[in-house]
């Protein structure tokens, strides 16, 4: 089974500020993804950046990238340079391995960029 | 094609009727998957196809629900003897499954169900 825990509820920052959203996983697969998610209040789930479990790299997808620590078991999004626009709820979640494939999504936090 | 269709958008039914939400995925995806959400919560799974298989089913997913893929394009999700707890967000989600560490899911916006 897979967990995702997201330990901010919500978080205020100031436009144009870098913001690190929390994500920690627990999975038994020994090969896994992780996304990151922006729901705005419109409701729609947009996909924002995947890192593979066998990934050497850190995913970075314009400003957008995930500082991937696999012994740490976490997986944290980084917003750099943030705009009115962030302002939306963020999800983790992770996908397990072959037959473990559906998305396990935490339960979130609510980002607020104040102008 | 433009994403992922869900309809209606907002359903409002009265307990114990039964319900059927509509999704249309991406054409070229061959994974289709069923979400629901509740208020303050993250999606949470309840079903999904590749093509017209049914590969897994959650727990959540009770005798009451049937969900269907005819032919592995569109989905139907029906609710018999509706609850109050049923009420939710129901999102649908496809992707290609080689693809989806690269484009990830894609989500529709959704059919939000009341139950009054």
């Known amino acids: 089974a897979q967990k995702i825990t997201q330990t901010q509820p919500g978080m205020f920052v100031q436009e144009k500020e870098a913001v690190t959203l929390d994500c920690t996983y627990d999975?038994?697969?020994?090969?896994?993804?992780l996304f990151w998610y922006k729901q705005p209040s419109s409701g729609e789930m947009i996909f924002l950046i995947y890192?593979?479990?066998?990934?050497?790299q850190n995913a970075t997808e314009g400003r957008y990238s995930l500082n991937f620590q696999k012994a740490r078991k976490s997986a944290n999004l980084v917003i750099s340079a943030s705009q009115l626009g962030d302002s939306a709820m963020y999800f983790c979640?992770?996908?397990?391995?072959?037959?473990?494939?559906?998305?396990?999504f935490g339960t979130g936090t609510r980002l607020t960029i104040i102008p | 094609d433009t994403g992922v269709s869900q309809n209606p958008r907002h359903k409002i039914t009265k307990r114990g009727q039964n319900v059927t939400f509509r999704c249309d995925p991406i054409?070229?995806?061959?994974?289709l998957y069923w979400y629901r959400q509740t208020l303050g919560q993250g999606p949470e799974f309840l079903t999904y196809?590749?093509?017209?298989?049914?590969?897994?089913k959650s727990r959540l997913l009770s005798d009451r629900f049937s969900a269907e893929r005819p032919k592995g394009s569109f989905s139907t999700l029906e609710i018999q003897r509706t609850e109050q707890g049923d009420s939710a967000m129901y999102l649908c989600?496809?992707?290609?499954?080689?693809?989806?560490?690269?484009?990830?899911?894609?989500f529709g916006s959704g059919t939000r169900l009341t139950v009054v």
């Open positions: 196809f590749q093509n017209e298989a049914q590969l897994e």
């Open positions: 054409s070229e995806h061959n994974r």
């Open positions: 890192q593979g479990s066998y990934d050497q």
């Open positions: 989600a496809s992707s290609f499954r080689e693809l989806q560490g690269t484009y990830g899911y894609t």
């Open positions: 979640a992770s996908q397990g391995d072959f037959g473990n494939e559906k998305l396990t």
């Open positions: 999975t038994s697969d020994p090969s896994y993804g």
